[in-house]
C-alpha cells in the first residue's frame, strides 16, 4: 500500500502541478551553525548585513542561483515549538539556495571567486563544522505569492 494519496487531476501551484517535482528547481538548505560565543541577534546581524551581501554581491551566484533566502530563526516562535513537544535544533538560521540544477550550485562552492571572498568570511559568524547541508529537489504542494 502506497503512503501517497492519488491526485486524480493535480491542482497547480503557480506553473507547477502540486506534489510533483519541479523539474527545473533544485534547492539545497544550509543548517548554519553560529560559532561559540556569538549571540544569535550578533550572528543574525551579521549573516544579513555582512555575509550575506559578500555572498549575492559574487559575480557567480548572479549567474548561477536563482534563490539565495536566509531563513532567521526567531526566538519567540523556538519556545512555542518546545512547548509544544518539538525538538529545538542547535543551528541559528537556514540558508536556502536554488538553482536550474546541483552542478550551479556546486560551481558557485567551487569557485575562486567563493574561496577568496566568502569562505575567509564565514569563520566569523559560522562554525563549518557544524554546519549542515540537505540537498533535494523541489516539490511544491502550497506557493501563493501574496507580494
Same mark, same amino acid.
Given at each position: @500500500?502506497?503512503?501517497?494519496?492519488?491526485?486524480?487531476?493535480?491542482?497547480?501551484?503557480?506553473? *507547477?502541478?502540486? !506534489?510533483?517535482?519541479?523539474?527545473?528547481?533544485?534547492?539545497?538548505? !544550509?543548517? @548554519?551553525?553560529?560559532?561559540? !560565543?556569538?549571540?544569535? $541577534?550578533?550572528?543574525?546581524?551579521?549573516?544579513?548585513?555582512?555575509?550575506?551581501?559578500?555572498?549575492?554581491?559574487?559575480?557567480?551566484?548572479?549567474?548561477? /542561483?536563482?534563490?539565495?533566502?536566509? %531563513? %532567521?530563526?526567531?526566538?519567540? *516562535?523556538?519556545?512555542?515549538?518546545?512547548?509544544?513537544?518539538?525538538?529545538?535544533?542547535?543551528?541559528?538560521?537556514? &540558508?536556502?539556495?536554488? &538553482?536550474?540544477?546541483?552542478?550551479?550550485? *556546486?560551481? =558557485?562552492?567551487?569557485? $575562486?571567486?567563493?574561496?577568496?571572498? =566568502?569562505?575567509?568570511? $564565514?569563520?566569523? +559568524? /559560522?562554525?563549518?563544522?557544524?554546519? !549542515? +547541508?540537505? /540537498?533535494?529537489? =523541489?516539490?511544491? *504542494?502550497?506557493?501563493?505569492?501574496?507580494?
Amino acid at each position: @500500500m502506497s503512503n501517497t494519496i492519488p491526485l486524480s487531476a493535480p491542482p497547480k501551484t503557480g506553473s *507547477f502541478p502540486v !506534489g510533483e517535482v519541479r523539474p527545473n528547481r533544485v534547492r539545497v538548505v !544550509g543548517l @548554519m551553525h553560529r560559532k561559540a !560565543g556569538m549571540t544569535q $541577534e550578533a550572528f543574525l546581524e551579521y549573516w544579513q548585513k555582512i555575509h550575506g551581501p559578500l555572498f549575492a554581491n559574487m559575480e557567480i551566484t548572479k549567474k548561477n /542561483i536563482l534563490k539565495y533566502e536566509q %531563513h %532567521h530563526y526567531n526566538t519567540s *516562535f523556538n519556545q512555542g515549538i518546545a512547548a509544544m513537544g518539538f525538538n529545538l535544533i542547535e543551528y541559528g538560521g537556514l &540558508a536556502v539556495f536554488e &538553482a536550474e540544477s546541483y552542478e550551479k550550485i *556546486f560551481e =558557485v562552492f567551487q569557485s $575562486e571567486e567563493y574561496k577568496q571572498i =566568502v569562505l575567509p568570511d $564565514e569563520p566569523n +559568524f /559560522i562554525d563549518r563544522s557544524k554546519t !549542515g +547541508f540537505l /540537498i533535494g529537489p =523541489v516539490v511544491p *504542494f502550497v506557493d501563493v505569492d501574496r507580494a
